[in-house]
């Protein structure tokens, strides 16, 4: 009788089986979602302003932006359950406890608001009223921009878990940068001053954000070191960076601007799909779930003198 | 209604011989569909993990010093404070007259916002259903007073059901006559109120460090966190709305 192979048997694991599962949120629709809803978000936002301060261009693009992002987030989120015809469940309850719970509700709200918005500026139609949802879609775009890091965050995802003081700033961040380059795209220089100075602020956020996240999360920041997400995360920095860039050189030339704006649009868009695979990544080996919580457990003795985990007794 | 006790398992894996007469039982109590019959070829275990059609799965772990077989039927904890519930937007995922977790299949959109939650990777979505699946500890069986199918299937009482508390007393009874017998590394996992998701419905009594079966060592439920979450979201949603304002008053013309 042969015995059989101990094959991957390492120590401090299941033959190397990840311990949590990771997420099934699919891929591209999950990471394009964050993309959508922190552009729909500071368009909302950044509309609303341009409207108060007299720049109707730069107003529309951002209305129509914060809507149509909007619709289009929702239709991913949509698309990403495993029973679509059951989508409205999702406002069967209103649960603090869930951030995904009060995700849809904010979304739902906040959509309706942005579309009530657009169509007025569209059509025309009841401009005095008009005023309540463009008021209540800016209100409500911060919260759209930062509530995606809560809904990562709470999770046994070990990159997002770990990362949830930083990772609603590095989502703002990348929102405000989102916003600023449509309104660069959409909007004539003369407009668009707020936008090239929000492209710096945007920057500036994201990539402090990120670089807190890193120092701060030390091993555990591994995942978005290495690999695809690594890639992703680098190339979303540089297009950032480029982008807030040429915001300020393209203070008067239309084109540079329009590229600019699309750089910051695909910058932020490759953050989230960094930051998106980099929780898969984290997911699916178990060190990066088990040596955390070693280190804790390891703490914790050090701290009372005693050995064993809350979760082993002897 | 009368406040009826908390249920759960205590899987005693000293007196497991993988016989997975329980993976079986599970299988079939439940209707749970066949997902591929795999020979994974690296011990005894092929089913590889508890999963949305795996509801028990029976780990087998060969070590060289001592040289012995470790056997483990896994199941879903029951948590006391249970990430999948709290994260659950639907509501589908409820707590059961017995302090279990059951999911509504009926209510279940297969957002899967539960699958990453649970910090021991036990619920997950079934590919071509769309909706989340795992452990109901046999709600319907418990209803009528009936024990889980794997606990009455399981041939060396491995598995028990029962009380929560009288199923502790008798876990620490067990593992102190373990110890006095000089079983080496026995030691409950899951068992303590105090630990980070409030004690596990479903407790085990482990002879080596729980991840060696596929456990986490230190299990927190994540929303413990969540109020600090929320904190920090509004702070980063303030900071987005004083970034746009600075931008505005900064290009006036």
């Known amino acids: 009788m042969t015995e059989p192979a101990m094959t991957d048997q390492r120590p401090g694991s299941y033959y190397g089986q990840p311990i949590i599962k990771p997420p099934t949120w699919k891929n591209p629709d999950v990471p394009a979602y964050l993309f959508l809803g922190g552009l729909a978000g500071s368009s909302a936002t950044l509309a609303a302003l341009a409207e108060l301060t007299g720049r109707p261009r730069l107003a529309r693009a951002g209305q129509l932006a914060a809507a149509g992002a909007a ?5 991913l989120l949509i698309h990403d359950l495993g029973r679509p015809a059951r989508f409205l469940n999702m406002l069967r309850v209103l649960k603090p406890t869930s951030p995904l719970s009060m995700g849809s509700w904010l979304l739902a709200t906040f959509g309706a608001l942005a579309g009530a918005a657009a169509t007025a500026t569209v059509t025309g139609l009841l401009p005095r009223a008009a005023w309540l949802p463009k008021a209540g879609a800016a209100a409500l775009g911060p919260l759209v921009m930062t509530y995606p890091a809560v809904l990562f965050a709470d999770t046994a995802v070990p990159v997002w878990h770990e990362a949830h003081r930083e990772l609603p700033f590095l989502f703002a961040g990348g ?11 959409a909007a004539p220089a003369s407009e668009a001053g707020p936008a090239r100075l929000l492209a710096v602020a945007g920057t500036g956020l994201e990539l402090a954000a990120e670089r ?9 920041a591994e ?12 190339l979303g920095q540089l297009l950032t960076a480029a982008g807030a860039a040429g915001a300020v050189a393209g203070r008067r030339n239309r084109l540079v601007a329009a590229v600019a704006g699309s750089a910051l649009l695909a910058g932020a868009l490759c953050t989230r799909f960094g930051v998106f695979e980099a929780g898969l990544a984290s997911a699916r080996d178990p060190k990066y779930t088990v040596d955390p919580q070693r280190a804790r457990l390891a703490a914790a003795q050090s701290r009372y003198g005693h050995g064993e985990a809350a979760t082993t007794t002897p | 209604m009368t406040e009826l006790p908390r249920v759960g398992f205590f899987t005693d894996t000293s007196v497991c011989i993988g016989c997975k007469a329980c993976e079986v039982a599970c299988k079939e109590w439940n209707n749970v569909p066949a997902d591929g019959l795999d020979l994974l070829g690296r011990s005894y275990d092929n089913s590889g993990d508890l999963g949305a059609s795996t509801w028990r799965h029976v780990a087998f772990i060969e070590q060289r010093d001592p040289d012995r077989w470790l056997m483990m039927s896994d199941v879903c904890k029951h948590c006391t404070h249970a990430a999948c519930l709290d994260v659950c937007p639907t509501g589908s995922l409820f707590r059961t007259e017995f302090g279990t977790v059951v999911v509504q299949e009926d209510v279940c959109n297969g957002c899967g916002y539960c699958v990453p939650a649970c910090p021991y990777g036990v619920i997950d979505i079934r590919p071509g259903d769309g909706r989340a699946w795992k452990c109901t500890l046999c709600y319907d069986r418990l209803g009528d007073g009936l024990e889980p199918a794997c606990a009455k299937a399981c041939p060396t009482d491995s598995i028990q059901f029962g009380e929560l508390t009288e199923l502790r007393d008798r876990a620490q009874q067990r593992v102190a006559r373990l110890r006095a017998d000089g079983v080496p590394g026995a030691r409950l996992y899951g068992a303590d109120p105090a630990d980070g998701v409030g004690g596990d419905g479903a407790f085990f009594l482990l002879l080596d460090e729980p991840e060696v079966y596929g456990l986490p060592p230190d299990p927190v439920v994540t929303t ?3 109020p600090s ?3 920090h979201a509004g702070a980063a949603a303030l900071a987005a709305v004083a970034a746009v304002a600075a931008a505005f008053l900064g290009s006036r013309r």
């Open chain 1, 71 to 75: 619709a289009g987030g929702a239709g």
């Open chain 1, 175 to 185: 929102a405000l940068t989102s916003g600023a380059g449509l309104g660069l795209l």
């Open chain 1, 212 to 220: 807190r996240m890193t120092t701060r999360l030390g091993g555990l």
């Open chain 1, 223 to 234: 995942p978005y070191r290495q690999g695809r997400p690594a890639r992703w995360m680098r």
């Open chain 2, 224 to 226: 413990r966190d969540l």
């Open chain 2, 229 to 231: 979450m929320w904190r």
